[in-house]
């Protein structure tokens, strides 16, 4: 399990309100898609990512899931400035970085790094890991060059690397060797903020679990905050403190994960744990496999209304013409649906369905 989130006072003055370490509001990233040979004009656009909210709390790990083309990545990337938002505010301890110039944003790699998924697409072939992991350090201007050789190696030694291999190349190691390569660079400089972009799913299963307990393990060591990108639930389930679950662009629920793997709300939600394989002849038996019919939507033309009316077995009338906002139904627990199932019935009235013409 992830660190415990630290807690501070609030505006309040109560204690018991963890301090919000990223702010996302109404984050939008829209492709534009183009024709014409000479006069090039936008005829549409792929709507990667389409009006999301959440907070990431101080020394928590927000997991991300949802299935293949539902914007996770382009989230990730968007929260690294690695892309440029189309709308929407980005604020990382209260300052807005969704639209900083490239000189403005220099500062802030410091503060929020990414670890991607392919560990070795993403180190330079051409480069020793010595030269990798100390980049940060040479660009940043943080240590003097002779301190930076010691610095490398005793990172190295702290993903569980041997110093000594300071002057090898990335093809001279295994996968998840070359992922804690990638973790090394990531925490170098001691940023606030690490996302993690499917950091286990090209590594062998025996692997996974290494890699996972080492990021934990960091984290706990330096107080870090994760936001943690997967499909796989397993995974997500033993690194997250909370879980928020996009569908076509959308967050449609986020919640604690204890709750939406034990009470999910959300029909879609549900439909995903459903499919989580389980090691037990007797409990795959009993245990219900939710079906969705049809494909997953165009994101380029997403359905009006609830964007998971198309595939949804509970799906009336209003669920085709009017979009569900994302609201509180449960201490913690967010979900955008008219009719969610394992809500308190008191909360149901007090977000009652309204009727369409």
């Known amino acids: ?52 909210d959440f907070q990431v709390r101080k020394g928590e790990t927000l997991g991300l899931v949802g299935e293949s083309g539902c914007g996770k990545t382009t989230t990730g990337r968007l929260l690294t400035r690695l892309d440029e938002p189309t709308e929407g505010s980005i604020t990382l301890e209260g300052r807005d970085i969704a639209h900083l110039s490239t000189g403005a ?86 940023p606030k903020l690490i996302i993690a972009d499917e950091p286990v799913s090209a590594l062998d299963v025996s692997i996974q679990a290494q890699v996972i307990n080492l990021l934990e393990d960091l984290q706990n060591e330096f107080q870090l905050t994760y936001v943690v990108i997967a499909h796989d639930l397993s995974v997500v389930r033993h690194i997250s403190d909370r ?16 709750d939406l793997y034990e009470q999910p709300m ?21 245990r219900e496999r939710i079906r969705l019919r049809g494909e997953t939507p165009s994101p380029m033309n997403p359905p009006p209304g609830c964007r998971f009316h198309t595939r949804c077995w509970k799906a009336q009338d209003i669920c085709k013409v009017e979009e569900p906002p994302l609201v509180a139904l449960a201490k913690n627990h967010e979900v955008a649906c008219h009719f969610p199932e394992n809500a308190p019935t008191d909360r149901l009235k007090a977000h009652p369905i309204r009727p369409t013409d």
């Open 266 to 286: 959300h029909p879609y939600t549900h439909a995903l744990l459903s499919a989580v394989p389980v090691p037990d002849p007797d409990v795959r038996t009993d």
């Open 105 to 190: 944003l220099r500062p802030l790699r410091r503060d929020v790094q990414m670890v991607f998924q392919d560990p070795y697409s993403s180190l330079n072939p051409r480069h020793t890991v010595g030269s990798i992991v100390g980049a940060p350090f040479r660009l940043h201007k943080t240590l003097p060059s002779a301190q930076v050789k010691p610095a490398v190696q005793e990172l190295l030694k702290l993903v569980g690397l041997n110093p000594e291999h300071y002057n090898r190349y990335p093809h001279e190691f295994s996968g998840g060797q070359r992922q804690r390569i990638g973790v090394a660079r990531a925490i170098a400089l001691r």
């Open 1 to 52: 399990m992830s660190a415990t989130v630290s807690e501070v006072p609030s505006e309040s003055g109560t204690p018991d309100a963890p301090e919000i370490l990223l702010d996302v509001k109404g984050l939008k990233r829209h492709f534009p898609v183009n024709r014409g040979a000479v006069f090039r004009r936008q005829v549409a656009a792929v709507k990667a990512v389409d009006g999301i």
């Open 243 to 258: 879980v928020a679950v996009m569908y076509l662009g959308k967050i449609v629920e986020i919640a604690d994960r204890d």
